[in-house]
């Protein structure tokens, strides 16, 4: 047996435990598990075909890093001009687990990219999910992690075709210079 199966074996047991706590952190931790795959194909399908099938994985592994990473209760930034604080709910993960079940034998099951694309713009309709933010919410697996890529400093220098670097410290004197071209790979 590989460690990685026993691993997610245990996580799993774990998972099936009355412990409310417990639950939540083993489903985060083991979060995509069996479910890998789908993940990977979603991305693939929803990310731009510029990034390439090993982008679109690397995308998919950083959206597993951040439901694994994802803090049930932990403060939010009030935001700008709020004086009230706001903590985050319960971790997406269990909900996550079974939306990708069920889009591997449905919206994901086809081998047709436009297929796919369209199926899953229904599944998102009739999710009611209409607009993207910034910060994913839990609500559904398409939108998080659409929200996570398309809010990366690598989704605006590929959108803007510069090496702009958002969410990255500039040093003063380089504030006013224009970012360079991107290198084609």
Known sequence: MRRRTLIQSALGLAAMLPIPRVRAWAFGTAFPGAQEDTLRKLAATVLPSALGRQGTDDVAAEFANWVAGYRAGAEMSPGYGSPRVRYKGASPAAVFQRQLQALAVGA????????????????????GINTWTTVPRGEHVVADLMSVWFASPTAHDMAYQAAIGKDRCRTLESSAKVPSPLVKK
């Open 108 to 127: 994901l099951a086809s081998d047709d990219l436009a297929v796919r694309r369209r199926q899953l713009a229904v599944e998102l309709q009739r999710a």
